[in-house]
T-cell receptor, first 109, second 111 residues
Framework: KNEVEQSPQNLTAQEGEFITINCSYS?????LHWLQQHPGGGIVSLFM???GKKKHGRLIATINIQEKHSSLHITASHPRDSAVYIC???????????FGTGTLLAVQP | SQTIHQWPATLVQPVGSPLSLECTVE??????LYWYRQAAGRGLQLLFY??????ISSEVPQNLSASRPQDRQFILSSKKLLLSDSGFYLC??????????FGPGTRLTVT
């Protein structure tokens, strides 16, 4: 069993829909990261959080430390949101990332 | 502002040939540096990380090695490439245990 599990693996949505991607982890962490990987391969860090909730534009990330669960929400989705969304966790002084397998999101116009 | 560079962007190499991928960071000092690999159809995997010059930790036994000859330079090498070394290689940096910032990546195809 992977230490970081994401669901769903694939998600297709219509433009404007509200999207939720879930992440569960089984290890102790110091922080959880949400990353976005574009079709060309480049990776952008969206959020780093250790408690509560963060919002940036149409993106919202929440984490429940007790339940070892995080969600990434996209409001008013747009085709440009199409990408792979990756959950990753860090723990310890070295800041090593442990990655989930990613969620492939396709937003259709 | 900080910038991370990787080169080359793409590389096609025959089996058994050597490899050198370079990563440099600008605009910060004493960063933590990381090499990740994404094999085709698989998730990202940490290969090496470094918290300082000459300090390299390996996560996965493999055909690759890493070096950090300068504070903001991180090099990934191999003496003899294998087909299984093909993949997308990403360098990243962070300030201590903070957020990680990724380079543009190198797509390596071993033929």
């Amino acid at each position: 069993k992977n230490e970081v599990e994401q669901s769903p693996q694939n998600l297709t949505a219509q433009e404007g829909e509200f999207i939720t991607i879930n992440c569960s982890y089984s290890v102790g962490i110091s922080a959880l990261h949400w990353l976005q990987q574009h079709p060309g391969g480049g990776i952008v860090s969206l959020f780093m959080l250790s408690s509560g909730k963060k919002k940036h534009g149409r993106l919202i990330a929440t984490i429940n430390i007790q339940e070892k669960h995080s969600s990434l929400h996209i409001t008013a989705s747009h085709p440009r949101d199409s990408a792979v969304y990756i959950c990753a966790v860090t723990g310890g002084a070295t800041n090593k990332l442990i990655f989930g397998t990613g969620t492939l999101l396709a937003v259709q116009p | 502002s900080q910038t991370i560079h990787q080169w080359p962007a793409t590389l096609v190499q025959p089996v058994g040939s050597p490899l050198s991928l370079e990563c440099t960071v600008e605009g910060t000092s004493n960063p933590n540096l990381y090499w990740y690999r994404q094999a085709a159809g698989r998730g990202l995997q940490l290969l090496f990380y470094s918290v300082g010059i000459g300090q390299i930790s390996s996560e996965v036994p493999q055909n690759l090695s890493a070096s950090r000859p300068q504070d903001r330079q991180f090099i990934l090498s191999s003496k003899k490439l294998l087909l299984s070394d093909s993949g997308f290689y990403l360098c990243a940096w962070s300030r201590g245990v903070g957020e990680q910032y990724f380079g543009p990546g190198t797509r390596l195809t071993v033929t």
